[in-house]
């Protein structure tokens, strides 16, 4: 079956410009988790989502960043007023549910702010 | 503060045998999973261990002990293709679904 995929697979974008980002999981999956990954670096947990709530936002990295997830399936992360420290890859994973630790991890989005 | 704590680079030829530790200080955290990520993909999942002991899954086995916050994943007959970046990661208790990853280590398999 079909695969995590994430949309666009790259952005470039200038400094202050609003960015979404969007990820559609696995078909019946119902949790979803946000990663960012700099460069030669591990990922770093944004957010984890059970069906459309978000029980722990403190991984976002500031008030500029906001998620949501619509009808238990696809998930836009936004990105306002971007700045160059958020230039990175950002994946999405998904799992069946909730304590369920083998995710599947789409292939990510490339963001660039100039 | 949480942390785990994986060597950044390992070299090794072709059929040699590579442990990759994995120290962690953690509150607490339900298990130990391992990811390989290969230059420009995505993380795929290889293995996990709830419980101490070992967890072997063809030529890769994976290890943990909590008493002494530290587990190890193995890879046995290497094959060039092994040459990936590989990453310890922990679902923490005090949050639902939060997972922390370690910072990766980068495998390179010679011929």
């Known amino acids: 079956g079909a695969g995590v995929s994430q949309s666009p697979s790259n952005k470039v974008t200038e400094k202050g410009k609003d960015v979404e980002l969007r990820c559609d999981p696995i078909?019946?999956?119902?949790?979803l988790y946000w990663y960012r990954q700099s460069l030669g670096q591990g990922l770093e947990f944004l957010i984890y989502f059970q069906g459309n709530s978000a029980p722990d936002k403190s991984g976002l990295p500031s008030d500029r960043f906001s998620a949501e997830r619509t009808g238990g399936s696809v998930s836009t992360l936004t990105i306002q007023r971007t700045q160059q420290e958020d230039s990175a890859v950002y994946l999405c994973?998904?799992?069946?549910?909730?304590?369920?630790?083998?995710?599947?991890f789409g292939p990510g989005t490339r963001l660039t702010v100039t | 503060g949480q942390s785990l704590e994986q060597p950044s680079e390992v070299t090794a030829v072709e059929g040699a045998i590579v442990q990759i530790n994995c120290t962690y200080q953690t509150s607490g955290f339900y298990g130990l999973s391992w990811y390989q990520q290969h230059d420009g993909g995505a993380p795929t999942f290889l293995s996990y261990?709830?419980?101490?002991g070992l967890e072997e899954t063809g030529r890769f086995s994976s290890f943990l002990s909590r008493s002494d916050s530290y587990g190890y994943l193995l890879l046995q007959e290497l094959q060039m293709k092994d040459s990936a970046s590989y990453f310890c990661a922990v679902d923490l208790t005090d949050s639902w679904g939060k997972f922390q990853f370690g910072a990766g280590t980068q495998v390179v398999v010679t011929p």
């Open positions: 994973a998904s799992s069946l549910g909730q304590g369920v630790y083998e995710q599947y």
């Open positions: 261990n709830g419980l101490d």
């Open positions: 078909s019946g999956h119902t949790a």
